[in-house]
């Protein structure tokens, strides 16, 4: 199994910059990709950004392309999402996953947008 925390989270102004955080523990060895989601208020949750758990390969929704990066410090088991120029559109509950034989979700962490 997989255990997934994720941490960062909070009440940024718009325009500004977040970094939110997912370590993985267990067994990590057989992951493939690891990934950020998100669930606004009343919406469907929706992809946001996904690296691949051994080479660079990242991907990103086009709602965050150049504001948005994701990142790996696979020494730490951490995948770190920073968030600049932040939207109101942004504030959602942020939750990381991973894809492996078995798929792995994150309790969530609140990211809120607001003046």
């Known amino acids: 199994q997989v255990q997934l925390v994720e941490s960062g989270g909070g009440l940024v102004q718009p325009g500004g910059s977040l970094r939110v955080s997912c370590a993985a523990s267990?067994?990590?060895?057989?992951?493939?990709?690891v990934g950020w989601n998100r669930q606004a208020p009343g919406k469907e949750a929706e992809f946001v950004a996904s690296?691949?758990?051994?080479?660079?390969?990242?991907n990103y929704a086009d709602s965050v392309k150049g504001r948005f990066t994701i990142s790996r410090d696979n020494a730490k088991g951490t995948v770190y999402l920073q968030m600049n120029s932040l939207k109101p559109e942004d504030t959602a509950v942020y939750y990381c996953?991973?894809?492996?034989?078995?798929?792995?979700w994150g309790q969530g962490t609140q990211v809120t947008v607001s003046s």
């Open positions: 690296i691949s758990w051994s080479s660079d390969r990242t």
């Open positions: 267990g067994n990590i060895n057989h992951i493939y990709t």
């Open positions: 996953y991973t894809k492996g034989p078995e798929d792995y």
